[in-house]
């Protein structure tokens, strides 16, 4: 982790609209691919990134291995979901990415909400133990890939991160968390408006800025103020994004919609 004191090294990028903010990120995931082809990426769900992944897609159409080499560790998932639930990050991740990039499956990372893996080495393990152990083994997994390279990340209204809400500490790693009712309605679509988990693994906040660089994507007016803040208030653990300011490679890439309060 790199850290400094003074001003802001955050690099700020405005584009047009949606499209050209998803085209952008998706050059910015291409370069990196490109420049190191044993990338480390660290992926985000969400809509923002819905046309990221859109972009990548269509650049890999024809290649077989267009992500060959390339590990990927999602930021997040809900506890207690199967992969295959409509609302998970992993079928998220499925239909959007991996099922159209020739990457291994061996190379796809994602938390276990259900930590199948850690119970099947011990079955009589209290369910939140397990779910201790499954955070665990996904530090240590990122940590044998060498670390994450490149980490996209959204921005949630109230400046969390991943399922970082705010609060939570700027040294935290992967862990449990409760989600707040504000998240959870914002993501009420994916469970068709229905039930949206109270519980999630995330990335912690120390995780994601050991990250080598990040890129924050922000799209649409109901970002703006998230986005003002951003760029004016403090560094806080009640504003998780403002951790960001921390870090001396962060390009915050925001289109003019949510750039309008800045
Ligand atoms: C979700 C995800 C975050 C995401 C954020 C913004 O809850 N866990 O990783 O970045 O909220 O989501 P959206 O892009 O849908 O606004």
Same mark, same amino acid.
């Given at each position: 982790?790199?850290?400094?004191?003074?001003?802001?090294?955050?690099?700020?990028? !405005?584009?047009?609209? =949606?499209?050209?903010?998803?085209?952008?990120?998706?050059?910015?995931?291409?370069?990196?691919?490109?420049?190191?082809?044993?990338?480390?990426?660290?992926?985000?769900?969400?809509?923002?990134?819905?046309?990221? =992944?859109?972009?990548?897609?269509?650049?890999?159409?024809?290649?077989?291995?267009?992500?060959?080499?390339?590990?990927?560790?999602?930021?997040?998932?809900?506890?207690?979901?199967?992969?295959?639930?409509?609302?998970? =990050?992993?079928? =998220?991740?499925?239909?959007?990415?991996?099922?159209?990039?020739?990457?291994?499956?061996?190379?796809?990372?994602?938390?276990?909400?259900?930590?199948?893996?850690?119970?099947?080495?011990?079955?009589?393990?209290?369910?939140?133990?397990?779910?201790?152990?499954?955070?665990?083994?996904?530090?240590?997994?990122?940590?044998?890939?060498?670390?994450?390279?490149?980490?996209?990340?959204?921005?949630?209204?109230?400046?969390?991160?991943?399922?970082?809400?705010?609060?939570?500490?700027?040294?935290?790693? !992967?862990?449990?968390?409760?989600?707040?009712?504000? !998240?959870?309605?914002?993501?009420?679509?994916?469970?068709?408006?229905?039930?949206?988990?109270?519980?999630?693994?995330?990335?912690?906040?120390?995780?994601? &800025?050991?990250?080598?660089?990040?890129?924050?994507?922000?799209?649409?007016?109901?970002?703006?103020?998230?986005?003002?803040?951003?760029?004016?208030?403090?560094?806080?653990?009640?504003?998780?994004?403002? &951790?960001?300011?921390?870090?001396?490679?962060?390009?915050?890439?925001?289109?003019?919609?949510?750039?309008?309060?800045?």
């Amino acid at each position: 982790m790199r850290l400094r004191q003074r001003q802001s090294p955050l690099r700020w990028e !405005t584009v047009s609209g =949606y499209d050209a903010l998803s085209e952008r990120a998706a050059e910015r995931v291409l370069g990196a691919i490109i420049h190191q082809p044993r990338l480390v990426l660290g992926l985000p769900t969400g809509r923002t990134p819905e046309g990221m =992944y859109a972009h990548l897609v269509q650049h890999c159409v024809g290649q077989e291995r267009c992500f060959d080499g390339v590990k990927t560790f999602n930021l997040d998932e809900y506890v207690g979901l199967k992969p295959d639930h409509p609302g998970s =990050y992993a079928r =998220y991740m499925q239909q959007r990415l991996f099922d159209h990039v020739g990457l291994f499956e061996g190379d796809i990372f994602i938390p276990d909400g259900l930590a199948e893996d850690v119970l099947a080495d011990e079955p009589d393990l209290p369910m939140h133990q397990a779910l201790e152990r499954e955070c665990e083994r996904y530090e240590r997994a990122i940590a044998d890939a060498g670390g994450l390279d490149l980490t996209v990340l959204g921005l949630g209204r109230n400046g969390h991160i991943a399922f970082n809400e705010p609060g939570s500490p700027f040294d935290s790693r !992967t862990r449990v968390v409760r989600l707040d009712d504000e !998240t959870r309605r914002a993501n009420a679509q994916y469970f068709g408006n229905g039930d949206v988990p109270e519980w999630a693994i995330t990335m912690g906040l120390a995780t994601i &800025l050991a990250s080598k660089s990040i890129v924050l994507l922000a799209s649409g007016a109901s970002k703006a103020e998230a986005v003002a803040r951003l760029r004016h208030g403090p560094v806080a653990e009640s504003f998780p994004a403002s &951790l960001l300011h921390l870090h001396d490679d962060v390009t915050v890439l925001v289109d003019r919609e949510a750039a309008r309060l800045l």
